[in-house]
């Protein structure tokens, strides 16, 4: 089996290559098939290929000190990973594990200079390619951040509430905003999500929790 | 009775931005000193508090959990 061009054709780096250059570029790329499961780069380890997935799905993640693993992205058939370390020579910053049987095609950092050097075209898809990185991961860590913040929200409608009715003192939002450091406006968005997916209902003055488990579950990913 | 936000009037200074945020009404200044209006129309929107520079206005929120 031999690179198939059509999924060269597909990877970032080489939008608008007239098709000899195609052909040209994708010669130093070669095969590497990995099974299910397999690590194909481990986080902190040097880095040695920029890869294209040609067939399956790679996930990319990094994993805390407390062993938890936190999806970075996924990468299909076309796209490619390990950019970074090849690019800035440093260690890779996250692993990549395939999810299924995978067929990659790998590019040596030596032959990703090389054609960096060759293509100029090649250089301004590098800049478009890491600026779409840079927004994709932001909008990561407003999500994860934002998670976060909605676990603890969670957690304090938990502690407080009451069987009855003036069991437990009431809370104002700022109070709220208070004990899960975070502003005002971003505990009221918390609450009305809750509300939107059904976990809380939001009575005037009262908020009935009526999904204890959901709320539990967000708490547990929060921590 | 309808259960109404709580003005601390030691604190507040009369600036009336309550007034001017609450689309109900239900604050209102009479002979300067800011007065809620018991309404089953405050929907406990919490605008009045957000706005309060001073934080002398408190939408406090009782929690529970649903029966059964
Ligand atoms: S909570 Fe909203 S409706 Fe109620 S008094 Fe305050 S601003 Fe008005
Ligand atoms: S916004 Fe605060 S300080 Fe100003 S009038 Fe209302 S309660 Fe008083």
Redesign the pocket.
Known sequence: MAVDIEIIKQVAYFAGFASDDLEEAAKPFFEQTVKRGEIIAMEGDPAENLYVVASGAVKLFKTSAEGKEQILYLAHAGESFNDVPVIDGLPNPASAQAMGPVDLYALSKVDMRALLDKYPKAQKNTTNLLAGRIRTLSLLVEDLSFKHVIGRVAGILLKYAGDDVGSKPRLTQQDMAAMAGTAREVVGRSLKMLEADGSIKMNRHRIVISNKKALEGMVEMAT | MAEMPY???E?????????E?CKCHA?V?VNNI?TIIETEDCGWCTE?EA???????SCAFEIVFEEG
């Open positions: 003005i601390d009037l604190k507040c200074d009369c600036c009336g931005h309550c007034v945020v604050i200044l800011i009045c706005i309060c520079p001073i934080g002398a206005i």
